[in-house]
């Protein structure tokens, strides 16, 4: 059975306002073995041994197909595709109208992907039927464990060292929740003070340093 509980989330912007909203509690991270062997239950004659053959055939196409730049839809599923970023600390803005960013080093930054609506559909009517709210009260998000200004200088310390920062990496070394992070990131965005600031768009979109202006 699956469980929730409500969190109230960290007021970044200091309104007073206390939003509160729904989180899974996730029982644990099931590993591949026992995802197998879970998979046994269905009694559809498949062999645990063939069932792993299977998943690796799978992972080795993905990785072909995805490396000779397909998009990947399994039907029913969702679709997989690539996410790109610069590997180099070169300026990511054209520098004139004939500039046409040779020598750029650009490699795969992550994989993503995007579940079906079928899939998304099929999950949320087996959840919801037997969702239920785990009786602990609202929980707190405790307290920011960094300053603000403290938290900008871990970010450069892995923006030197990577080249860029995403939200996900943000949030995990100042101990932030998702939410919180990409306030602040869209803060820091718009503060012309930071070295540091966004490029790229949704899902695509990173953190570099600012380039210091002559």
């Known amino acids: 059975m699956a469980k929730y509980k409500l969190q109230e989330m960290s007021d970044v912007h200091h309104t007073g306002k206390r939003k509160v909203y729904p989180k899974m509690v996730v029982n644990r991270t099931l590993s ?3 995802f197998i ?3 046994q239950g269905y009694h559809r004659g498949i062999s645990a041994s063939t069932t792993e053959a ?3 055939d799978v992972e080795d196409m993905l990785v072909e197909m995805l490396s000779m ?4 839809n399994l039907e029913g599923l969702g679709t997989f595709s690539l996410s790109l970023g610069f590997e180099d600390d070169k300026p990511t803005e054209m520098q004139g109208d004939d500039d046409k960013m040779t020598h750029r080093k650009v490699g795969v930054r992550d994989v993503n992907f995007k579940a079906s609506p079928d899939f998304i559909k099929s999950v949320k009517l087996a959840a919801d039927r037997d969702l239920e709210r785990d009786m602990g009260g609202v929980k707190l998000i405790l307290k920011k464990k960094y300053t603000r200004e403290e938290r900008i200088a871990r970010a450069l310390d892995v923006i030197d060292e990577k080249g860029f920062i995403g939200l996900t990496d943000y949030a995990y070394i100042n101990n932030l929740s ?5 306030l602040e990131l869209k803060e820091i965005d718009h503060d012309e003070t930071v070295p540091i ?3 790229g ?10 380039k210091k202006i002559r």
């Open 37 to 39: 062997e879970r998979m």
């Open 54 to 56: 299977v998943l690796m």
């Open 197 to 199: 600031r966004s490029v």
């Open 201 to 210: 768009r949704h899902s695509h979109k990173v953190w570099v340093r600012r």
């Open 178 to 182: 998702r939410t919180a992070a990409s």
């Open 69 to 72: 730049g397909y998009n990947v």
């Open 32 to 34: 591949r073995k026992e």
